[in-house]
């Protein structure tokens, strides 16, 4: 499958309705997602980014339907990542000499990954490539997400090719963001932004003033994953500009680990608290061991505060509840409150162990936590209802 998204400009890239991991496993895709490559036909021909090296056959051979591979006179890298670089061995193999325009780190990148030393240009932020009536202008997007991203803007068809940024893992043949469910689209693009560009927001909001500041008009984003921005584009780049200032929605999110149901009940106690004082916030409740981390990741990106809970189990806390601990210290989120709970039956050391991985991800604890001894009877569950309040009261 290819389409034409102007005149000039053809999607040329893989849509992967199977993937159900990213990353390792690091990254969960529900709804697949796809690697997204754009042909450019002007005098000159540019194809930007490839796809991920398992569609690289299958990619080159339907590149070739497309055009004759000789006739590529660039190719512009904008991200060293395998998921948009994993073809470009194979595609070199046909080419050997078309040179690859790319950051410096871009070029140290791809040769760490491919050891090979292609015909590799590197650009920085203004650099131009005349391509016939349409000039590109390279932008260097350092960090966002790894040191060698870079962005590229097409004048004329006023189309911003923004790799990863703006992206969302999501397949669809619909290809475009005003024929998608509106709701889908949200959920994978804020899913995108809390897992991996949190820990970017700062920069993320640089960027984006920096090339606001040029005034470029736009009428599409292509991204590198998911559907192509062109009913109002500049949407996303709003909500990335929210996104990044310590987002936070009305929302408490309370993620626990629960052996025998003890910490689970008293999970549910702090709930009822909390709305007993605030019946207008959203008090979402997941057991770490059976949801997906990355979706509990995304509510607590959206949560003004958040409580962990967990069982004590060898002096220390159950595994779910700790890896969500440990991806929150990494991705740092900013401006939230919280607080620790948990049940246990004879040393009791969860909650002490929680609350030092709360001051490790630079949370603001504004309460001491609370344990209650095996399954909480009437007035443990009391005393859970109380600090739910308390809790409440203090944000
Ligand atoms: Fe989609 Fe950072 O690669």
Redesign the pocket.
């Known amino acids: 499958m290819s389409f034409k998204m102007t005149d000039k400009v053809t999607w040329v890239g893989k849509i992967d309705w199977e993937l159900r991991t990213f990353h390792g496993d690091e990254y969960s895709t529900h709804r697949g997602s796809s690697?997204n490559s754009y042909l450019i036909r002007d005098k000159k021909t540019v194809l930007i980014d490839t796809v991920w090296e398992p569609f690289a056959e299958e990619y080159v051979e339907k590149l070739k339907k497309e055009i004759d591979l000789n006739e590529i006179d660039y190719i512009i890298a904008q991200?060293s990542?395998i998921?948009?670089s994993g073809a470009l061995p194979l595609l070199m193999k046909e080419i050997p000499n078309t040179p690859i325009y790319c950051t410096s780190n871009g070029a140290k990148i791809l040769k760490g990954h491919f050891h090979e030393d292609w015909n590799f240009v590197e650009v920085k932020t203004g650099d131009t490539l005349d391509i016939g009536e349409s000039t590109l202008t390279f932008v260097e997007a350092r960090m966002l997400?790894?040191p060698d991203?870079m962005m590229t803007y097409m004048s004329g068809e006023n189309i911003l090719f923004s790799?990863?940024a703006f992206?969302q893992h999501y397949a669809s043949d619909l290809m475009y963001n005003d024929l998608v469910d509106q709701g889908e689209l949200y959920q994978e693009a804020v899913k995108y932004y809390a897992n991996?560009l949190t820990p970017f927001s700062v920069l993320v909001t640089n960027k984006i003033k920096e090339v606001l500041g040029f005034n470029l008009p736009l009428n599409m984003i292509a991204t590198?994953?998911g559907i192509i921005w062109r009913d109002n584009p500049a949407q996303i780049v709003e909500k990335y500009l929210e996104w990044a200032d310590a987002y936070q929605e009305n929302q408490i999110t309370i993620v626990y680990d629960t052996m025998w149901n003890g910490t689970k009940r008293m999970a549910e106690a702090i709930s009822e608290g909390i709305k007993s004082v605030n019946k207008d916030v959203t008090v979402k409740l997941y057991n770490a061991a059976n949801s997906d981390k990355n979706d509990v990741i995304t509510e607590l990106f959206k949560s003004k505060a958040i409580l962990f809970g967990s069982s004590t189990v060898n002096k220390s806390i159950m595994h779910a509840t700790a890896g969500i601990l440990e991806m929150i210290k990494g991705i740092g989120f900013k401006n939230k409150k919280s607080a620790a709970f948990g049940s246990y039956g004879w040393s009791g050391e969860s909650v002490a162990v929680i609350e030092q991985k709360l001051k490790d991800a630079k949370l603001e604890i504004v309460q001491e936590g609370i344990k209650e001894l095996w399954n909480p009877d009437a007035e443990a569950t009391s005393r859970c209802i109380e600090f739910g309040k308390n809790f409440a009261e203090k944000l």
Do not use: V
Request: no cysteine; hydrophobic share 15%; net charge negative.
């Open positions: 690697y991200h990542e998921d948009h997400h790894w991203s790799n990863d992206g991996i590198s994953h």
